[in-house]
């Protein structure tokens, strides 16, 4: 299954985005879906996750600012990030593991190849 990242860009801090993971295949619908971003010289960070039932999770820093969807209908997953920080500047990328978020957090199947998200102050 491919995974394709769009959405990302840059914009001043206060603003919004809109991330989407578009997935190739109908077998999405069984995949959590998780969403981790790497800034420079910095390790990669998960950010939030949408598992198979649509229950979701978030890191603590994104939790109220960040949220995260999926329409299984259009094969896509999507995070609409609000309230953006020059912190928040790194490539988003979007990964997919069967069923459970503790899967894709662990050991993803399937990633995308990322977006770059910049936000100036």
């Known amino acids: 299954m491919r995974l394709e990242e769009s959405g990302g860009g840059s914009v001043q801090a206060g603003g919004s985005l809109r991330l989407s993971c578009a997935a190739s295949e109908v077998s999405f619908e069984d995949y959590a879906v998780a969403w981790f971003r790497q800034a420079p010289g910095k390790e990669r960070e998960w950010v939030s996750c949408?598992?198979?039932?649509?229950?979701?999770s978030y890191a603590d820093s994104m939790t109220g600012r960040f949220t995260i969807s999926r329409d299984n209908a259009k094969l896509t997953v999507t995070l609409q990030m609000n309230n953006l920080k020059p912190e928040d500047t790194a490539v988003y990328y979007c990964?997919?593991?069967?069923?459970?978020?503790?899967?894709?957090?662990?050991?993803?199947?399937?990633w995308g190849e990322g977006t770059l998200v910049t936000v100036s102050a």
């Open positions: 990964a997919a593991a069967l069923y459970h978020c503790a899967a894709v957090a662990g050991r993803p199947d399937y």
């Open positions: 949408i598992d198979d039932g649509g229950i979701t």
